[in-house]
């Protein structure tokens, strides 16, 4: 039976402070009971996260229903996450409130599309994506790590914006890569229009939530609309470029344009174009730097794991350039990039919502619920992980990891919808990780305890300062 909650609108928020131990990084003190609705939605604004009531890190399946309106259900339980992911996707959409979130930035592309028309997107961008495609990327993800491990030899030792220069990072991998062709101040204005919108996004959840009519405004409204037609003309200029110089390749602009769809054989409109082209540039680089940013900021935390993966890169690679074969043998690097993402996964939460009532675990449905799988949440389970809160990369040793459920440790989704990028993601963030730790030493002012904020990735409050001395 899922835990049923009567709202009280008492519950106060803690972000949970450090206890000295560099282990123990901040959290979130979930309320013991869920927040009346006025009170949920004025903390869903500033962080998602906070209306998450302490069942929902204890239980499998947990109900709230603060109006009549609004039935959320929130699925915590590896078993039950399965069920519905896997076993029962085709009784589900992506939800309402995600596709009008996103609508003015990412259309109908890949990431909010359902049915046939996300079967078509998926299956035209899924050869860019095999394992072996990746792995060619490598030497150019190496080459943007080492650009920017140049960058902090040239400023000397002192405190850098890690957040940012992680989403500049895997920015450029992302366009090196992926999008060859567009210049640099386009990519400029590409990377801060699409961090602008997500800054604002809760307003804009917020507003569905609400069934507000969507031609009224918010107070973000203005400053969304802008971005996203920053973003979206940018990438429409590299479209006609492209068209226009007929250039062949097999990047993904390439393979967009060369798509056909099965039924009709019409290729992609240009609003298609735009709309795949500019889920993929988003959905592929906060993420990632998202990763990146909370792992140096455990890594700074915990100087002895730092120097474990420093020792592990130069015994692996040693001073050259991280090439595709090093990879799988950065075993350590890779648990210590899990465990970050366990604590802190880059996309904290993901939703649908069914086409029709129906049974998940013994339990009805109803066809207006927003099902909500809180990664966030499962990744703490009190009763799925011992010590929760503790940064322990061991929790990853091959023996230890194959104990755990399929969705247990799940930062790229789970089922048909799972991340197409996943593979792309985890090759990227060692190669990058590897060579900024084998780079520099990285370390915490003992004081910024950032709360983890949903802004649909996982944001730290206040931004990501650490003080980054290079290894010359
Ligand atoms: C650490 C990095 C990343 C994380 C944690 C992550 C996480 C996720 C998650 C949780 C989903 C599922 C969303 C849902 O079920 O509603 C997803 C979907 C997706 N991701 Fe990623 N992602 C990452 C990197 C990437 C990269 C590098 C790319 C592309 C280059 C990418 C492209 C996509 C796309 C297109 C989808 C939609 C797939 C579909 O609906 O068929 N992601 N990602």
Redesign the pocket.
């Known amino acids: 039976m899922p835990t049923r909650l009567t709202p009280n609108t008492d519950v106060q928020f803690v972000p949970a402070t450090s206890d000295g131990n560099g282990l123990y990084p901040p959290s979130i003190t979930p309320p013991d009971q869920p927040l009346g609705f006025f009170d949920f939605l004025r903390q869903f604004i500033a962080n998602p996260l906070r209306g998450l009531p302490r069942q929902v890190y204890e239980e499998d399946l947990t109900l709230y229903r603060p109006t009549k309106k609004l039935t959320v259900l929130w699925v915590s339980g590896p078993a039950i996450v399965e069920e519905l992911?896997v076993g029962k996707a085709n009784l589900l959409v992506?939800s309402p409130l995600?596709k009008q979130v996103f609508a003015a930035t990412l259309g109908d592309g890949?990431?909010t599309s359902d049915g046939a028309l996300?079967r078509w997107q998926?299956r035209v961008?899924a050869p860019l994506?095999r394992h072996n495609e990746i792995l060619s990327y490598v030497p150019t993800m190496a080459q943007v790590a080492e650009e920017q491990v140049t960058e902090w030899r040239r400023a000397f030792a002192g405190s850098q914006a890690i957040d940012e220069q992680m989403m500049t990072s895997t920015f450029k991998v992302?366009m090196r890569t992926?999008l060859v062709g567009g210049d640099r101040s386009e990519g400029e204005a590409i990377m801060r229009g699409g961090s602008e919108y997500l800054a604002r996004v809760s307003w804009e959840m917020a507003h569905a939530l609400l069934h507000l009519p969507t031609w009224l405004p918010h107070p973000a409204s203005r400053q969304m609309r802008r971005a996203s037609q920053t973003v979206r003309s940018a990438l429409s200029d590299i479209i006609t470029r492209r068209r226009q110089s007929a250039v062949e390749g097999t990047d993904l602009l390439a393979r967009l344009l060369n798509a056909r769809d099965p039924d009709g054989g019409e290729p992609m409109t240009q609003d298609q174009l735009v709309n795949n082209l500019s889920?993929?540039l988003e959905?592929?680089?906060e993420?990632?730097a998202?990763?990146l940013t909370w792992t140096l900021y455990l890594l700074a935390r915990a100087p002895e794991w730092q120097q474990s993966v420093r020792d592990e890169v130069n015994r692996i690679v040693g001073p050259t350039s991280i090439r595709a074969e090093h990879i799988d043998k950065l075993v350590l690097t890779t648990r210590v990039l899990k465990e970050a993402?366990r604590l802190y996964?880059?996309?904290p939460v993901?939703?649908?919502q069914p086409k029709e009532a129906f049974e998940l675990a013994g339990t009805p449905v109803p066809a207006n619920a927003q099902i909500v799988v809180p990664?966030f949440a499962i990744h703490r389970h009190r009763k799925l992980w011992k010590d929760p809160d503790r940064f322990d990369p061991d929790r990853f040793l091959p023996d230890r990891e194959t104990e755990m459920a399929r969705t247990q440790f799940?930062?790229?989704?789970?089922?048909?919808?799972?991340?197409?990028?996943?593979s792309?993601?985890?090759i990227?963030?060692v190669t990058l990780l590897a060579t900024f730790v084998r780079g520099a030493r990285f370390d915490w002012d003992g004081e910024h305890l950032p709360e983890p904020i949903s802004r649909i990735t996982l944001r730290p409050k206040g931004g990501m300062p650490l003080t980054v001395t290079p290894i010359l």
């Open positions: 992911l992506k995600e890949v990431l996300w998926r961008m994506f992302i992926m889920t993929l959905a592929g680089h993420t990632t998202k990763a993402m996964p880059p996309v993901v939703a649908r990664i799940m930062p790229f989704g789970a089922g048909p919808r799972i991340c197409i990028g996943q792309f993601a985890m990227e963030a």
